[in-house]
């Protein structure tokens, strides 16, 4: 089983409970790990035949951009169910975290995993373009 990542990926949304939190944007931090097989890419050099983190980050700022969420649990299960339709992947491991929204705390969040930890087939590889 093989892994692509991102780490660390900040974006600014509505998200939270309070009123105040309705009429500010607060940046939300995104850890995915997403199972793929990298073997055909490493072999053909291609990124045709790997999963794209690129294509993976650009619909996700996209998605939390535009999306207003009274819970991180609830952005979170929205951003697992894109990343396992849009891009094929089978299983993966969410972290997303509200920096911040604790006094004396970095951050606080959620940690989720979905599907099956398994090597995903070649055919569930996805692309997309360049950001």
Known sequence: MDIVYIRDLKIDTIIGIYDWEREIRQTVSIDLEMVTDIRKAAATDDIEHTLNYKAVAKRLIAFVEGSEFLLVEAMAEEIASI??????????????????????????????????????APSAMATGSEL
Do not use: M
């Not at 849009?86 to 989720?112: Q, T, Y």
């Open 83 to 120: 990343v396992r339709t849009e891009f094929g992947v089978s299983w993966l491991r969410l972290r997303l975290s509200k920096p911040g929204a604790v006094r004396g705390a970095r951050d606080v969040g959620v940690i989720i995993e979905r599907g099956e930890r398994r090597e995903a």
